[in-house]
């Protein structure tokens, strides 16, 4: 089911991708047969070629978007926008995980505690099996163990919380990869573009403003692609740790809970 999971969201964000593509040729389009109207209508009023103008330059965006991705070397830009896809991937991942991870705890411990206080221990263990998330299944270890005594009960609920724990940090460690690489490859593509640019520089034997300027503008764009790149991934990164920080308070919570009740059950029908 996770690796569905995971192939569901690549599969999405490629086709998010591939959307983009289109709507910037879209544009492009657009903005070139606007750009010809104009250039046939010079006759018509000023007001009318401001207004195409305008347009125009509005419907640009993708069109230079676009231009500033070419400019800043296909193979950095490239790899940026692959480090970005890969983490995306990863972040919709998570996120689809952790939002199936998530249950109505106080209805499930309420569940539980019914079923305990009358004594239908099976009937509790029922409930956390058709119940899914990381609560349900700790607090199935540790109805499993209620007939071993409450020690035994704590040390299975501690030790399978940890194991569910794992489970939900997985994969952000490969998220934090991809915020670290993104600029990374953007600094690397611009001290490489900066030693193009130098070497332009000592071929022509003369600092020439106009190619020192286009040299470090190249060289400088790979870097604000791989910041925002990075500064997208964190977010999501960090709603991704929000989500695990709620549902880790919430096994704690239905772990204290179930002791209790376990408690209350081995008084009441263990003497």
Known sequence: ??????????????????TLSVMAQ?????????????????????????????????????????????????GF????????????????????????AEVNTKKLMSSIEGALESGDIEGAKTVCRNTRGPVASICYQGLMRVDEGLDTVERAVVSYGGVQSGYLEKGCTWITLFIAI??????????IGMVMAFDK?????????TLVAGGMKV??????FGLIVAMILQVFYNYILTKIE??????????????????????????
């Open 219 to 224: 060289a400088l764009i790979t870097t604000i």
């Open 246 to 271: 709620e549902i880790t308070s919430d096994m704690e919570n239905s772990s204290i809970t179930l002791l209790d009740t376990v408690l209350k059950y081995n008084l009441k029908y263990k003497k």
């Open 1 to 18: 089911m996770k690796k569905l999971f995971a192939i569901l969201a690549v599969m999405g964000v490629m086709t998010f991708g591939m």
């Open 182 to 191: 993104a600029p990374s490859l953007g600094f690397l593509g611009t001290v």
């Open 201 to 209: 520089i000592q071929q022509a034997g003369d600092i020439s403003p």
């Open 77 to 100: 830009m490239s790899s940026i926008a692959l480090a970005m896809v890969i983490g995306l991937a990863f972040c919709i991942e998570r996120i689809i995980y952790l939002s199936l």
């Open 26 to 74: 879209s544009a492009d389009s657009t903005a070139t047969d606007s750009t010809a109207a104009a250039q046939t209508e010079q006759a018509a009023p000023a007001a009318d070629n401001g207004a195409a103008v305008e347009a125009a330059e509005g419907q640009s965006f993708h069109k230079e978007l676009k231009t500033k991705f070419i400019e800043g070397s296909a």
